[in-house]
């Protein structure tokens, strides 16, 4: 067996997906839809979209069988989403790729496989759209463009959800998105009584940074602190770009917490800045509020609060500046 190897571009690969929110959530009639019309298209037992995380391959619809997710490193989509193309096994059993996998020499009995990766728009692929069978068989140029057809009524609808809650520059949640996100973790925070923290982060300089080295650099600088951010903060933490240079995050940290992640945070982005050599360093402002349980919480009320304290900072800084 062949585990499938991992993108060059990995990492945004799984920012992308992570981005959507999509994994681990309930099933939606228009992704089960396509399934369904798949499998009657093609005639086959099984019909999946899947989405293919870390360390898993997760399905958001299945059709002929009731696993919700198998471990990456036996699965079929791995080896898909790594071409833009289709991929076919015409029969599992003489690939030497699939021939003693788990997959195929027990449940659910791979033989054919037919899977057509998921694109987004920044060209990365999240997972795909397949068939499954428990015979062998091909697929014909048409039968192989009409699963691709349905794939790209996936990729519009997956592109829906990433348009209305997902900044394209970073991947990081909109502020839509951000506002949705986090008014969901905050109503989750106060059924477990659990404290909620917002930390505000607005770019130094950034300006300058555009001015001198143009907006694409600019973009590039965009696109590496979301990078520090993700690489600080936990996937349950929401994470956004408001606009600009601004970038927010909610997480269930209490207030006695909260320096200890800065720090962090500072010798992450220190750590950057240290090996980046883009002429320039990443420097941030920052400023946080917190709620803590049993009080009364309000998004709106804790970004006033977090911005207040974080442009509180930026002016000391600059006065600081003015003295040195």
Same mark, same amino acid.
């Given at each position: 067996?062949?585990?499938?190897?991992?993108?060059?571009?990995?990492?945004?690969?799984?920012?992308?997906?992570? @981005?959507?929110?999509? =994994?681990?959530?309930?099933?939606?009639?228009?992704? %089960?839809? /396509? *399934?369904? +019309? !798949?499998?009657?298209?093609?005639?086959?037992?099984?019909?999946?979209?899947?989405?293919?995380?870390?360390?898993?391959?997760?399905?958001?619809?299945?059709?002929?069988?009731?696993?919700?997710?198998?471990?990456?490193?036996?699965?079929?989509?791995?080896?898909?989403?790594?071409?833009?193309?289709?991929?076919?096994?015409?029969?599992?059993?003489?690939d030497e790729r699939f021939a003693d996998n788990p997959?195929?020499?027990?449940?659910?009995?791979?033989?054919?496989?037919?899977?057509?990766?998921?694109?987004?728009?920044?060209?990365?692929?999240?997972?795909?759209?397949?068939?499954?069978?428990?015979?062998?068989?091909?697929?014909?140029?048409?039968?192989?463009?009409?699963?691709?057809?349905?794939?790209?009524? @996936?990729?519009?609808? =997956?592109?829906?959800?990433?348009?209305?809650?997902? %900044?394209? /520059? *970073?991947? +990081? !949640?909109?502020?839509?998105?951000?506002?949705?996100?986090?008014?969901?973790?905050?109503?989750?925070?106060?059924?477990?009584?659990?404290?909620?923290?917002?930390?505000?982060?607005?770019?130094?300089?950034?300006?300058?940074?555009?001015?001198?080295?143009?907006?694409?650099?600019?973009?590039?600088?965009?696109?590496?602190?979301?990078?520090?951010?993700?690489?600080?903060?936990?996937?349950?933490?929401?994470?956004?770009?408001?606009?600009?240079?601004?970038?927010?995050?909610?997480?269930?940290?209490?207030?006695?917490?909260?320096?200890?992640?800065?720090?962090?945070?500072?010798?992450?982005?220190?750590?950057?800045?240290?090996?980046?050599?883009?002429?320039?360093?990443?420097?941030?402002?920052?400023?946080? @509020?917190?709620?803590?349980?049993?009080?009364?919480?309000?998004?709106?009320?804790?970004?006033?609060?977090?911005?207040?304290?974080?442009?509180?900072?930026?002016?000391?800084?600059?006065?600081?500046?003015?003295?040195?």
């Amino acid at each position: 067996m062949k585990s499938p190897e991992m993108p060059p571009t990995e990492q945004m690969r799984l920012n992308t997906l992570h @981005a959507l929110k999509i =994994l681990d959530t309930p099933p939606e009639q228009r992704f %089960d839809r /396509l *399934t369904r +019309l !798949a499998k009657w298209v093609f005639d086959v037992p099984i019909a999946v979209l899947s989405l293919v995380d870390k360390d898993r391959q997760w399905f958001k619809s299945i059709q002929g069988l009731d696993a919700t997710e198998t471990p990456r490193d036996i699965s079929f989509c791995g080896h898909a989403i790594l071409s833009k193309d289709i991929f076919v096994v015409p029969d599992a059993l003489l690939d030497e790729r699939f021939a003693d996998n788990p997959l195929v020499t027990s449940s659910p009995n791979i033989r054919f496989y037919a899977g057509v990766p998921l694109v987004m728009p920044n060209g990365e692929a999240i997972g795909t759209l397949c068939l499954i069978d428990t015979k062998p068989r091909d697929l014909n140029i048409d039968d192989q463009q009409r699963l691709v057809d349905l794939a790209k009524i @996936a990729e519009q609808e =997956l592109y829906v959800l990433q348009l209305g809650a997902v %900044d394209e /520059l *970073t991947m +990081l !949640a909109n502020r839509r998105g951000f506002i949705d996100q986090s008014m969901r973790l905050i109503g989750l925070s106060r059924r477990h009584y659990k404290p909620v923290t917002l930390i505000y982060f607005d770019l130094d300089c950034f300006k300058e940074i555009n001015d001198q080295f143009g907006h694409a650099e600019g973009d590039y600088a965009l696109r590496a602190f979301a990078c520090v951010l993700r690489e600080v903060f936990r996937d349950s933490d929401v994470i956004g770009r408001l606009g600009g240079d601004e970038f927010a995050v909610v997480s269930e940290l209490n207030g006695q917490d909260v320096p200890v992640v800065l720090e962090r945070f500072e010798d992450t982005l220190t750590t950057y800045n240290g090996h980046a050599n883009r002429g320039y360093k990443l420097a941030c402002s920052s400023g946080a @509020a917190s709620y803590e349980v049993g009080e009364e919480m309000n998004l709106e009320h804790l970004l006033e609060r977090a911005d207040g304290c974080m442009y509180k900072q930026k002016n000391n800084r600059r006065a600081q500046s003015i003295v040195n």
